[in-house]
């Protein structure tokens, strides 16, 4: 009796990779982009990051020594890559209350209450930010010009973003490729810089931190929708390469739709799971109020992530043999 095997709750996936190493990873990949950030927006794009991923560790910290009484984790990564993520996806002016509350909604609310790190079933950073959005509109679609060092925190020149643009019909005003691909353009941190998105992709690419199948099927499937809309009336809608590259797509479906905790397991589910998250962000982007869907369409599709890993499985190996 005193050798009964303990048998812990699904899923059971094994691997030589620690969670520490896992998020450092992810941080490593998301160098690129916070550099990016930082030389378009400046002192603001630092302030914000900063102020971020200290609430995010502080709150994490403060929760489990006090609430839940449990062992710290604030090591592991997770916390520093919410925070990461969490600045990613705010204004370079945001003020600094409003990104505690972020982060507090997004460790003490999104992640800790459903009992931490493997437990949630939201991703925590696009939980926070939908947060803000819908709690803070103004100060959260507020949108500093990439001026670099130039860039105020506070009273930052301000403009609209290429999706806003894009949403009022002024197609000719559009960035260019060129612009998009490099981060001369108004958004949220993240938004910038299409090709330190992607290098980063490429790296957790070839440290198999992700699999390619989650992003390119986000991706795919926005160029497809977005490509026949094109195809229909180029005078009404905005060609698919301005729709990858713009907004947070690029953001969304390398580093946020892929979270381990919040996507799905097998490959055939993945796929379905960034099928899905294109088709909103697109319809949420034509027809919805907001011009950029790609958070709430990674949220929605969080949701049905426990039914596609019930559900949705992978043909195991081998064959049933029949006697007789």
Known sequence: MSRLLNVSAAPHAHSNETTKKLMYGVVIALVPA????????????????SVSVASCLLFEFLIQKFLLKKPLSINDGSALVTGLLLAM???SNLPIFIIVIGALFSIGIAKMSFGGLGNNPFNPALAGRV?????????MTTWPQ???????YVDALTGETPLGAMQRGALDALPSTNDLLLGHI??????????ALLVGFAYML????????????????IAIFTGILWKIDPSQYADPLFHILSGGVLLGAIFMATD???????????????????????????????????????LIMNAFVPLMNRYIKIKPFGEEVKNG
């Open 34 to 49: 916070l550099l990016t950030s930082i030389y378009f927006f400046g002192y603001g794009a630092l302030i914000v990051t």
């Open 89 to 91: 996806n705010v204004p």
């Open 131 to 139: 947060f803000l959005l819908i709690s803070f509109p103004a100060q």
């Open 146 to 152: 990439p001026l670099g060092f130039a860039t105020k």
């Open 186 to 195: 108004g958004g949220s941190m993240g938004e910038v810089g299409a090709i």
């Open 206 to 221: 070839i440290r198999k931190i992700i699999s390619w199948h989650i992003p390119v099927s986000i991706i795919g499937t």
């Open 260 to 298: 381990y905790v919040t996507s799905p397991m097998n490959h055939k589910a993945m796929i379905i799971y960034g099928i899905g998250i294109g088709l909103l962000t697109v319809v949420i982007r034509i027809w919805g109020a907001y011009p950029e869907g790609v958070s709430f369409a990674i």
